[in-house]
């Protein structure tokens, strides 16, 4: 906490805009002013009005919402244009589940006027960005405007609807079409888009689509390749990034060796960076990292011979591996007959359809029988941020594959009070703070019943 913060000034809090009531959190219409950066579009439009009746609740009369969001026409809704991503109209989801939609300024300016408020301004700014050397050019767009809330006061102040455009390329945008044909176009402005404002802005790479990450976890340091953040936004498959999770779980098998020493350890969509099999190689007899997106696993391939070196190397293996695919799964048990002890899957539980298929992947590939310890017998350990799967489903997929949950972290289970083993002593350590990238981050250790 910062030293000059005061509850009297700030106050922090979790809300969904859409089902949570703002008012429980915030004196009625106590609020001057809104903002609302880059929130909306995350929210499915039949829900829209939701959030705007939420907030009116707060605003004082004549309060106004200062508004920034993705413009129809950005270079993110074109890419998604070539994927099977679109949801309906200027809607579409992400590879990581997350929502995205594009606003006109026709429909935000409908969307508001139905809802109580009226455009005190309203513009489009355009950013045309230039790289050279891979002779790319890319057109971001968003929508700023300023909205008060009517509430029958100064209803006379509404001004008519402004565009206003700024330009940062040497080279011009071509004009955007102009609902008010009374509006003047604004001069253009050249600014020097050089290859390095570039990168500082859209953390573009010069040379390639991919982009370097250190990774340290005390004695393994790694040098993982992955996906861009230019084209992470509105790539479908989530496998060329490094998620939150799996850092997590990484930086948990790096301080306790002992979950997988001595025994054979299998990770699940592990994607591009597969850290949490690089650090396990060091103590396991054997670990074999797959995922189902070909892509991925030659990235994958790509940081492995990178960062991992004999004698590990030999006993690190790479499949394609879908879950629920007989071949895939057979062709893993002819490497590998006698089963994995250890399975692991980060952040593989944010798709609703691919939850029993992930378990029952896991059921076939643990070994059938158990050993006669606790800490011995086989387990399944996920490490995820819950999002369109909750936990009741998870849990419900897991029984019915006969998996029980043992522990969990960071709340604890309540069947684990009288069981030696917790989740919780892998972060006894001091200092292991650090390694936890978001206290959204949950674990869940499973057995076989």
């Known amino acids: 906490r910062h030293k000059d913060f005061t509850e009297n000034h700030v106050s922090a809090f979790v809300c969904d805009l859409t089902m949570d009531d703002l008012s429980k959190q915030i004196s009625p219409t106590s609020v001057d002013i809104v903002t609302m950066i880059f929130v909306l579009s995350a929210v499915s439009p039949e829900k829209m009005p939701l959030v705007l009746q939420n907030i009116k609740k707060i605003l004082k009369p004549n309060g106004c919402i ?5 413009a129809v026409g950005d270079l993110a809704q074109e890419r998604f244009k070539c994927k099977d991503q679109k949801i309906s109209e200027n809607f579409y989801v992400r590879g990581d589940g997350t929502r995205a939609f594009y606003f006109s300024n026709e429909f935000l300016t409908s969307l508001f006027k139905e ?6 301004e309203i513009g489009l700014c355009c950013k045309q960005v230039e790289n050279r050397s891979r ?7 968003w929508v700023q405007a300023v909205f008060r809330f009517s509430d029958g ?3 006379s102040s509404i001004t008519e609807t402004s565009t206003k455009v700024e330009l940062s390329s040497q080279q011009n945008l071509e004009p955007m079409p102009n609902d008010n044909a009374s509006e003047e176009p604004v001069n253009d402005v050249e600014v020097d888009m050089s ?5 500082e802005m859209f953390g573009i790479s010069a040379t390639d689509e991919n982009e370097i990450i250190d990774i340290g976890l005390g004695d393994c340091n790694f040098k993982i390749k992955v996906l861009s953040k230019e084209y992470q936004h509105t790539c479908k498959s989530t496998g060329l990034m490094l998620w939150e999770s799996a850092r997590l779980m990484a930086a948990v098998l790096a301080r306790n060796p002992s979950i997988v020493a001595g025994k054979r350890m299998l990770e699940l969509g592990c994607g591009c960076g597969g850290i949490c099999s690089m650090v396990a190689v060091r103590s396991a007899i054997a670990v074999f990292a797959t995922d189902g997106d070909e892509k991925a696993l030659e990235l994958l391939n790509q940081n492995i011979t990178s960062n991992i070196s004999p004698p590990f190397l030999a006993k690190l293996t790479t499949k394609r591996l879908e879950w629920g695919n007989r071949d895939h799964i057979e062709a893993i048990k002819d490497e590998n007959v006698e089963g994995f002890e250890v399975i692991i899957g980060t952040d593989v539980t944010y798709i609703p359809e691919t939850i029993l298929p992930l378990f029952a992947t896991a059921r076939v590939l643990l070994p059938r029988e158990k050993s006669l310890k606790e800490d011995q017998h086989p387990a399944f350990i996920l490490c995820h941020v819950l999002r369109r799967v ?8 897991a029984s019915q594959y006969g998996f029980r949950l043992v522990d969990k972290w960071p709340t604890g ?22 390694y936890i990238p978001s206290s959204a981050l949950n674990i869940m250790y499973f057995q076989i019943e």
Do not use: C
């Open 413 to 434: 289970s309540p069947t684990n009070q009288h069981r030696s083993f917790k989740i919780s002593s892998w972060f006894s350590e001091s200092g292991f703070d650090k």
């Open 390 to 397: 909750d936990e009741p489903s998870i849990l419900s997929a």
């Open 66 to 70: 200062l508004f920034r969001d993705y």
């Open 135 to 141: 002779e790319l050019v890319m057109n971001r767009r």
């Open 195 to 199: 290859e390095g404002m570039a990168v």
């Open 115 to 120: 809802n109580g408020f009226h455009a005190e």
């Open 153 to 155: 006061i100064n209803s």
